[in-house]
């Protein structure tokens, strides 16, 4: 960067070269050298900041890279070379258009002395504009006049810009294909399906949502379902996969009676989450968590804790320990037979 700014800095000295020489001697034809030497003063003045600020730049670039260099080069000395190099940019051109425009005018005045008509052209921009708005010149107003005159101002038949008509044009395109599209062939929603169907994804998403959060759910984390709905779901699945060994109504058969506060293996909801979810195989209580997924599981958990007290007919007798919810439950089962020795 530290080249590239001293090369613009070279370009610079050579237009600036020539912008002197040619102010020279124009103002030495006008015998107003005070003039040129006022130009050469404010040239000089702004070239000065570029010469400064690529000797600070230089002096900068010698400083060691650091971690957060940029190129090699610290970020000081990149923006400083950056800021250098732009000025000189900026310099280049406003010079260059300088020296362009000067030729232009030298060219008309050596013109003049010769007695040599040049029509001048006008710049390219308004040039471009002109067609862009179809103005119509001076010497052709009289064609477009229209009756009307107010104090002195006259009114012109000017057609509107084509810009403007086929702006317009386009419009009246856009409309004719949203109508046909959204009114017509209904091939896109109007606004409110747009915001139904945005709705009904958001649901399907926050759906999706929970029933992955719901299924994150284990025997740590699982907390007793009281929903109406949860709870259907629990007995339905406890009805067709559970009744075999506990009864339909959780009395007992095989397996415990769920009903009572007596539990072998603890009466949580962590406890009985855990026990369907790896079973106790040992004791002919499958390991459930193949069938079904951790929702099912809590769910199923969640309606075994709701049938207890229920008390329904044929209970199986109390075994395990006493549970409750407090935490509070006897070490020992109360119902265990005592053995009498007689002596």
């Not at 067609?131 to 006049?145: D, G, R």
């Not at 509107?160 to 009246?172: A, E, K, Q, R, S």
């Not at 009903?259 to 209580?285: A, Q, R």
């Amino acid at each position: 960067m530290l080249l590239i700014s001293l090369v613009l800095l070279l370009v610079i000295a050579l237009l600036a070269n020539v912008v002197l020489g040619t102010a020279k001697l124009h103002f030495d034809k006008q015998k107003k050298s005070g003039t040129a030497a006022k130009i050469v003063s404010i040239l000089l003045l702004f070239l000065a900041p570029s010469i400064l600020h690529a000797q600070n730049a230089a002096a900068e670039a010698v400083a060691p890279a650091g971690p957060s260099s940029i190129g090699g080069l610290t970020p000081l000395t990149f923006w400083v070379l950056a800021g250098v190099i732009a000025v000189e940019l900026l310099v280049i051109i406003v010079m260059g258009l300088f020296v362009q425009r000067f030729l232009a005018k030298e060219k008309i005045a050596v013109a003049a002395e010769e007695g040599i008509a040049v029509k001048t052209k006008p710049s390219g921009f308004k040039v471009w504009w002109d067609k862009l708005n179809s103005f119509k010149p001076m010497e052709q107003e009289a064609n477009i006049v229209l009756d009307h005159n107010y104090d002195g101002i006259r009114e012109l038949d000017n057609r509107l810009p084509p810009w403007w008509l086929y702006g317009f044009y386009v419009t009246i395109i856009i409309g004719g294909i949203y109508l046909w599209r959204y009114h017509v062939s209904e091939t896109a929603p109007l606004s409110k399906q747009e915001f139904e169907i945005a709705m009904k994804k958001a649901d399907e998403e926050k759906a999706a949502y929970l029933a992955k959060a719901a299924n994150n759910v284990d025997e740590n984390t699982v907390t007793l379902m009281k929903e109406v709905t949860a709870l259907d779901a629990g007995k339905a699945a406890f009805v067709q996969m559970c009744a075999a060994c506990h009864g339909k109504a959780g009395e007992g058969s095989v397996g415990p009676n769920l009903t009572d506060d007596y539990w072998l293996h603890g009466g949580s909801i962590n406890d009985v989450f855990k026990t369907i979810k790896y079973g106790w195989p040992e004791k002919g209580m499958k390991a459930w968590q193949d069938d079904f997924s951790p929702v099912q599981i809590a769910q199923i958990a969640s309606y075994i804790k709701s049938l207890n007290g229920t008390n329904p007919p044929n209970g199986k007798e109390k075994q395990g320990d006493l549970y409750k919810e407090n935490g509070a439950a006897p070490a020992t089962d109360s119902t265990a037979k005592k053995e009498v020795v007689i002596k």
